[in-house]
Structures are given as structure tokens and as C-alpha cells.
């Protein structure tokens, strides 16, 4: 089924967006139901849509699922599209077709595409289909009286994954996406929100606003980032009656699963038993494999091994009965949901005359996740301290403030290894911590 | 040793290593996240202090719940080094 003939069947009479726009389920349906119409010459078109604001977002996913071949969400930062792409705002300039020859029956399913960062540090398109992205979506007795917080930018998969739960269950969706911490809780709280899906880092951030007692939480997600036992205890113990879930989600691997325990990492029986339709496995890298029940699109199925499991390059380790996640495998540094891939400030710090060597690694963070810290070798002779500030500012003037490193360790050598490279492992990293 | 007084210091040290313009006169009810440190120099600032002081209450926090103001935050260390 599409998103909108999900909508047509389960016929929901709520509010679906409460924001600057009001707009109730049967208004949504009608509007999207009207875009097709105008927009009857992308059908079975590729066509992508980016974000203004959740009326509109919301309306043209309902339009084009089911109705183009494939639909690319483009986030805010521009990435490129593949050439036979054509951006919905483009099309908007070209004269309307007659609508008296629109047949307004769906054809074949549309593949969702979403931008990720991959590990060279180009993103790339991942394909999904709407059963994959909507796997995870939980459909509760009381679901539609969930007032959603959407705290990420919907483009993105864990943004994504707000709105389709939200619609799917007939909950309302309400844009907190803007602003800092006491912002959002405010915009939370003015408008009755008692549902949110947000990054363990965002969360310490809503709990040091010291406000978010204020609001009557149900539902308490967390996605995008590892979540540790410290934020589980901390939100349980403020809403001891929510229910409380951390989402893991592998864009490589186009799956996803929720952890309801309130527990870090997931059971260990899982390896066994397999949970909400995946099979799990460990190899002997540590790196986490995903079986998915569906068959994965095409770019990721030459990466399935015999058994048709898919590597999520995910590190993790098995301790007390659980599987925890230590990192990503390509080394790229989680700073509060926002990826760093170390190559690229490697490049930047060398670019500094006195840096001979650097290696750039994560640093756990118990308030950000992870920090980018990096081991330099620089010119004998030099003043290290001065040497300290001017590589930070180096770094600042090239680089997103995140990615600059906020440790700096000047050593006498790095380790490389057999071919010469520097060395990612892990182990090898563990030893400076 | 003056446990607040290192904070200050570490505090400030971040500050320009994170590039934030502190605001003056940070006192014991001056809100953490309207301080001038933004959420990575906050984490910068734990970081740092770990090595100073050899403690992360976040870590393996057993507080209920987040400092909201700098006073609050002096005290969860004050609280995790007499615990520890």
C-alpha cells in the first residue's frame, strides 16, 4: 500500500499538523489528492521535494508516494541529484497540464531516496521503500492521541520516521525543529506536545533547561546517536509512566529496530532469536550484520553476504547479556548526531605548515557522545601552546565548528600500520584514551 | 582545592578554545545554556574537567537531574568528588 491509501483506509479524523497551519487528516488527504492532479506529468517521473514547512511537506509525500517512480528528499545542505532528477520547485514554473486526462490510479511503488554521509565524506542517495521506512512504526491503541514534537529536519531518516509515525498512527505532528533548548521545550509546551523523538544530546540538552518537567510526556524517543545508560536512568526517573524507546536505525543497511527496556544496547538473546523481524549477527571484526526480512535495493544487495546479511559497519562489543555499540567501523565521529569523517580534518590540520603528521579519532563525550580529538605531530622547536590555539583556529576557519578537534595531544610519532596508512583501529585508538 | 574556582578556570580556557563569547559576571544563577558556552563547548568543558579534576558526574550519572545554572553544576562536582 502507499502513504496515502494507508490514510484512506485508516481515515482518521484528527489533526494531523498543529503549527503555523492547522491541518486535519481529511484536509491533508484532499490537498494531496489536488497536487496530484497539477502534477499529473511527473507521474512515474524521479522528482525531488525539500522542506518549507510540515503542511506542505507532508502533503507532497502523500501526493508522490505511489505516484513517481522515485522520490529524493533533498535536506537543507545541497547534494547534488542524478541527472534524470527534477526538483518539484522547478516543475511548479512550467504550465499546468490538463487535468481531464489524469488517471489518478497508482502505479508501481515508489523508492524513497535519502542523503547520507558516506564514509569518504561525499554524501550519497540510499534508496528505501515505503514498507522499509515504515517498518518500525508502532500502531497503539491510544497512538492517535500523540502530539509528535518534530525535532529533525524531516528530509533526514530519523526526521523522516517522526512523520510517518505520526501520520501512520494518526497522531499530530507539531514543527520544534528551530531554536535552542528552552525554545523547543516552550514550543513544546505551548502546544500540548507529549511525544518526542530527539538525539540523546538534545535531550540533555531539554533536561538542563530545567523546564522539561512542564510538559506531560507519554511517548520518550531517542534515535540518531548511541544512547547510554545515564540518559535512559535520567528520563525514566522524570517520567517514570512514559514509554520509553531507543531506536537504532543503519541507513547502510536500510533497517532499524527499537529497544522498549529502558536498558542501553539490545538483549544478547537477540543474536539468537532475531527481533522484530531482523536477524542479527556479530563478526569476528565486531562489526554488527542486519538481516533484513525484505530484499535491500539494488546498490546494497552486491554488499550481501551469503546468508543475505548486510554489514551496518556499526562496532559493537557483548557484555551482561547485552550488545553494546561502540562507533562506526570507518572511524566517522558522532558529535551530538552530526557526522565528522576524521580524513577531513586530518587534511585540514596538515594543511598547517608545522603539522608533520595528525590523526584524528573520536573521544567519548558523556554530554555530546562523542568529540574530535586528534594526535599531531608537528616541527621540532616549536611552542606547543601558542602552536595549540593557532591549529584550532586553522581548523575553525575551514571547518563546521563541530568538526574542529577540541583536543589537541602533540606526540612524538604515529602509529601506521602494515601499508603504510595510519591506523583506524580500534584498539589502537582505545590506548590514548 | 577550590573546586569552583577550577571550574572558572576551565571554563574560561574553553571558552577560547570553543570560540564562545562568555557572558561578564557568571554567577551561581546564571543559566548554563544562556552562559555563552553552546552545547559543544559545554561538552568541551566536561571533557576538561576530567582531566582536571579527575571526575565526570555525567557519565555514569546518578543525579536526578541536569544543572540548569552554573551553581548547580559547581555542586554536582562538588557532590561527585566528596562521593568519590
Redesign the interface.
Known amino acids: 500500500m502507499t502513504l496515502l491509501q494507508c490514510l484512506e483506509q485508516a481515515d482518521y479524523h484528527t489533526l494531523a499538523i498543529d503549527d503555523l497551519q492547522q491541518c486535519s487528516f481529511p484536509q491533508l488527504l484532499e490537498a494531496a489528492q489536488q497536487l496530484r492532479f497539477k502534477h499529473v506529468a511527473v507521474k512515474q517521473q524521479a522528482i525531488a521535494i525539500s522542506y518549507t514547512n510540515l503542511v506542505q511537506f507532508c502533503t507532497e509525500i502523500l501526493a508522490f508516494d505511489g505516484w513517481c517512480s522515485q522520490l529524493y528528499l533533498l535536506p537543507d545542505n545541497s547534494v547534488a541529484l542524478p541527472a534524470d532528477v527534477i526538483q518539484l520547485s522547478d516543475i511548479d514554473a512550467q504550465p499546468r497540464q490538463n487535468s481531464g486526462t489524469a488517471r489518478l490510479s497508482e502505479h508501481a511503488a515508489t523508492q524513497w531516496f535519502m542523503a547520507t554521509s558516506g564514509t569518504t565524506g561525499t554524501p550519497k542517495w540510499i534508496a528505501h521503500s515505503f514498507d522499509s521506512l515504515t517498518r518500525a512504526v508502532k500502531l497503539k491503541p491510544q497512538s492517535h492521541t500523540l502530539r509528535w514534537a518534530l525535532c529533525y529536519q524531516p528530509t533526514r531518516f530519523a526526521g523522516l520516521q517522526v512523520v510517518l509515525q505520526s501520520l501512520l498512527s494518526g497522531g499530530t505532528l507539531v514543527d520544534c525543529s528551530a531554536g535552542?533548548?528552552?525554545l523547543r521545550v516552550k514550543r513544546m509546551h505551548d502546544n500540548n506536545v507529549n511525544a518526542v523523538s530527539a538525539t540523546p544530546?538534545l535531550w540533555?540538552?531539554l533536561?538542563?533547561?530545567?523546564q522539561l518537567n512542564m510538559l506531560a510526556l507519554k511517548q520518550i524517543t531517542l534515535g540518531g546517536e548511541i544512547a547510554?545508560q545515564?540518559i535512559l536512568?535520567?528520563l525514566s526517573?522524570?517520567f517514570p509512566h512514559a514509554r520509553l524507546l531507543h531506536i537504532y536505525a543503519s541507513t547502510e543497511a536500510g533497517a532499524g529496530f527499537a529497544v522498549a527496556d529502558k536498558t542501553a544496547g539490545f538483549p544478547a538473546k537477540w543474536l539468537q532469536t532475531g527481533h522484530s523481524s531482523l536477524r542479527f549477527k556479530i563478526d569476528n571484526k565486531q562489526h554488527l550484520w542486519l538481516k533484513p526480512p525484505h530484499q535491500p535495493d539494488c546498490k546494497l544487495a552486491d554488499r550481501l553476504d551469503n546468508d543475505g546479511f548486510l554489514d551496518t559497519e556499526d562496532l559493537v562489543e557483548v557484555s551482561e547479556e547485552r550488545v553494546h555499540f561502540l562507533g562506526r567501523a570507518s572511524g566517522v565521529i558522532n558529535?551530538?548526531g552530526n557526522k565528522v569523517h576524521p580524513e577531513q580534518v586530518e587534511h585540514v590540520l596538515l594543511q598547517h605548515p608545522a603539522v608533520v603528521q595528525a590523526r584524528v579519532y573520536a573521544?567519548?563525550?558523556?554530554?555530546?557522545g562523542q568529540?574530535v580529538a586528534a594526535d599531531v605531530q608537528v616541527e621540532t622547536g616549536i611552542d606547543s601552546k601558542a602552536l595549540k590555539?593557532q591549529l584550532?583556529q586553522h581548523c575553525?576557519r575551514h571547518l563546521a565548528?563541530?568538526q574542529v578537534p577540541?583536543?589537541l595531544n602533540f606526540v612524538k610519532t604515529l602509529a601506521t600500520n602494515a601499508s603504510g596508512k595510519l591506523s583506524r583501529n580500534i584498539q589502537d585508538i582505545s590506548q590514548h584514551e | 582545592m577550590n573546586i569552583e574556582q577550577t571550574i572558572r578556570d576551565s571554563l574560561e580556557q574553553v571558552a577560547l578554545m570553543a570560540n564562545c563569547q562568555l557572558i561578564a559576571n557568571i554567577n551561581e544563577d546564571t543559566v548554563l545554556l544562556q552562559s555563552g558556552l553552546d552545547s559543544l563547548g559545554f561538552a568541551m568543558l566536561v571533557a576538561q574537567l576530567e582531566e582536571d579534576l579527575g571526575v565526570d558526574p555525567f557519565s555514569q550519572m546518578q543525579i536526578a537531574v541536569y544543572p540548569r545554572t552554573f551553581g548547580e553544576f559547581v555542586s554536582i562536582y562538588r557532590q561527585a568528588l566528596q562521593g568519590g
Open positions: 535552542d533548548a528552552e544530546s540533555r540538552q533536561l538542563m533547561t530545567g547510554d545515564a536512568d535520567a526517573k522524570q558529535v551530538g573521544k567519548n563525550s558523556s554530554v555530546l568529540l590555539l584550532v575553525m565548528r563541530y577540541t583536543q
